[in-house]
T-cell receptor, first 117, second 116 residues
Framework: GAGVSQSPSNKVTEKGKDVELRCDPISGHTALYWYRQSLGQGLEFLIYFQGNSAPDKSGLPSDRFSAERTGGSVSTLTIQRTQQEDSAVYLC???????????????FGEGSRLTVL | AQKITQTQPGMFVQEKEAVTLDCTYDTSDPSYGLFWYKQPSSGEMIFLIYQGSYDQQNATEGRYSLNFQKARKSANLVISASQLGDSAMYFCAMREPFQGAQKLVFGQGTRLTINP
């Protein structure tokens, strides 16, 4: 498919378990974002990758959260020792643009819904 | 500090009326971009409109227009002739420079309900 792909679409896990969420951005997009959206809430910025630059990790809520992006393409968000407050939809987005003169529209995936019991 | 503020958690509007969704932002950088996204109940994020900080004219896309008031740091979304399908969450977002590239942050959103 041509869009941003996320997997799994739904994940139910037990408190204390580790989870990995995967994002496959649109081919050629240099920018990749992870956001978290709790029920009925806005989008909380987690982490941003841009090309080969060091990622902006300023939004990660705790050291239980980490993310990597391999080969400038696929990204994995890892949550260790999950807690119930981690339950949310995790959205990934990619963008082909990096300069302000470009519109820089973000293309979103459909999200991974995480439920921690 | 909050970068993007949407002060209207919810709005109710009659069909065919125009509606304005408020957004104010905070940045000290002269180069930035402003976006509006729509999120229907299905959960997908739909890009609506974009305004660059150096753009001289307000952006328009069909029934959507962005009322950009730079001195007041506001970027309100105006939807003309509202339709039932406009019922959704609406998010304002700002892109500002980070390490030579761009980082995008979102407001808390406004839930718009269009009544028949």
């Amino acid at each position: 498919g041509a869009g941003v792909s996320q997997s799994p679409s739904n994940k139910v896990t037990e408190k204390g378990k580790d989870v990995e969420l995967r994002c496959d951005p649109i081919s050629g997009h240099t920018a990749l974002y992870w956001y978290r959206q709790s029920l009925g809430q806005g989008l909380e910025f987690l982490i941003y990758f841009q090309g080969n630059s060091a990622p902006d990790k300023s939004g990660l809520p705790s050291d239980r959260f980490s993310a990597e992006r391999t080969g400038g393409s696929v990204s994995t968000l890892t949550i260790q020792r999950t807690q119930q407050e981690d339950s949310a939809v995790y959205l990934c987005a990619s963008s082909p643009y990096r300069v302000l003169s470009d519109t820089g529209e973000l293309f979103f995936g459909e999200g991974s819904r995480l439920t921690v019991l | 500090a909050q970068k993007i503020t949407q002060t209207q958690p919810g709005m109710f509007v009659q069909e065919k009326e125009a509606v304005t969704l408020d957004c104010t932002y905070d940045t000290s950088d002269p180069s930035y971009g402003l976006f509006w996204y729509k999120q229907p109940s299905s959960g997908e994020m739909i890009f609506l409109i974009y305004q660059g900080s150096y753009d001289q004219q307000n952006a328009t896309e069909g029934r959507y227009s962005l009322n950009f008031q730079k001195a007041r740091k506001s970027a309100n979304l105006v939807i003309s002739a509202s339709q039932l399908g406009d019922s959704a969450m609406y998010f304002c977002a700002m892109r500002e420079p980070f390490q030579g590239a761009q980082k995008l942050v979102f407001g808390q959103g406004t839930r718009l309900t269009i009544n028949p």
